[in-house]
């Protein structure tokens, strides 16, 4: 049996996450190994609930789950940022409390091919708070960015399965050697997995990558970075992509370490869109592809083969033309949230039929 706790936090947060519930929902009610728990209070809404972003009764329920699905956190509306100042700690302290140390971004490019993200996400630049000295305005801010090697490594092996999925297609690390100690770690652990896989590893700086994957006509199959690195050019492949929402994010503990708490979160990769909120005019498809690596992470529900399934439903609806109002073109009619979903829903059962 498969737990998963629904966090879906703030704006958007909800509404986007209504597709993919209402099929686990289903799923559940058919018999399949999968119960939901929640909705539980997380980031700006569980602030207003509860005074805290991340509540205990929400980590408890974190601590009974196996898995997360969440939906946005970030700005809510009717609440200011001096009120709630940041909401996305709540996000940061998951990660921190359960491991979840790696993550892996699928970005969907319409009529290309997807691109894979890998980066460290507690090391790093994401280190806790012991990483890091406030500052009160006259002493100095203090970041210290640790790479343990051994993270490193971790971060290129699961890079690594993603690129011989996808032989032919490049491979691009990318550091900031020629300025960082840590990104000539990275790039030493970079030469080495290169030369014992036999894999041709692009090393590349970040300046130059991000030049490259606004400029270049072919993306890169893979791109393997530090964690703030990452975070910066995943938005990058999105702007190429066409949309924030068509990137899923999975936040792994790659230890899968099933029973003792949640050993991934997955969500869209885009914010909580709170001038949107509550117009159900969101492109749902970040959250359609959280759920299909939802799938394929969890034992119980990956033998049924349901991750293709979802996957194959939602490239349907997006190749047949599903214009939300952030693909659409000038002038074209619009598809809302409900329309796109109920026509994955359709494909799905026809699809599982
Ligand atoms: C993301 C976000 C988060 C991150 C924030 C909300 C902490 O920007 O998921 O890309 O930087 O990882
Ligand atoms: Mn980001």
């Not at 909800?14 to 929640?38: C, K, N, S």
């Not at 956190?73 to 940041?86: F, I, L, Q, R, S």
């Not at 949640?262 to 914010?271: D, I, K, M, N, Y």
């Amino acid at each position: 049996m498969t737990t998963i706790a629904l966090l879906p936090g703030d704006g958007i947060g909800t509404e986007i996450l209504d597709g993919p519930v209402a099929f686990l929902r289903q799923l559940a009610r058919d018999g399949a190994p999968v119960e939901l728990t929640g909705p539980w209070p997380y980031g700006t809404t569980g602030w207003l609930r509860t005074g805290s972003t991340l509540p205990d009764e929400t980590i408890a329920a974190c601590r009974d789950a196996d898995v997360v699905l969440s939906g946005a956190v970030g700005t809510h509306p009717g609440v200011t940022a001096e009120e709630c100042p940041n909401p996305e700690a709540a996000l940061i302290r998951l990660r921190h409390l359960f491991d979840l140390r790696v993550s892996v971004r699928t970005v969907r490019v319409p009529g290309g091919e997807d691109v894979v993200i890998v980066r460290n996400i507690t090391g790093g630049a994401y280190a806790g708070p012991d990483r890091r000295v406030e500052s009160d305005g006259v002493r100095d801010a203090e970041d210290h960015i640790v790479l343990d090697p051994v993270r490193v490594q971790e971060v290129f092996d699961i890079a690594l399965e993603h690129a011989r999925a996808h032989p032919g297609r490049r491979v691009m690390s990318v550091d900031k050697a020629s300025v960082y100690a840590t990104s000539r770690l990275w790039r030493r652990i970079s030469r080495a997995t290169a030369a014992a896989t036999g894999l041709v590893i692009d090393d590349v700086n970040v300046d130059r990558a991000a030049y490259e994957l606004v400029k270049d006509e072919q993306l890169p199959a893979v791109i393997v970075t530090e964690g703030l690195f990452g975070d910066i050019l995943s938005d990058i492949v999105c702007a190429r992509a066409g949309s924030p929402a068509l990137c899923g994010s999975a936040t792994v503990n790659p230890d899968r370490p099933f029973g003792n708490g949640v050993t991934a979160l997955f969500e869209p990769a885009h914010g909580s869109s709170p001038h949107r909120t509550g117009s159900r005019r969101s492109n749902p498809t970040g959250a359609w592809l959280a759920l299909a690596d939802l799938l394929a992470w969890c034992p119980d529900l990956a033998a049924s083969g349901l991750h293709a399934s979802v996957r194959s439903a939602l490239d349907r609806v997006l190749d047949a033309g599903a214009p939300t109002y952030d693909l659409a073109q000038p002038g074209e009619s619009t598809l809302d949230l409900d329309e796109f979903n109920e026509r994955v829903l359709e494909e799905l059962a026809t699809v599982t039929a």
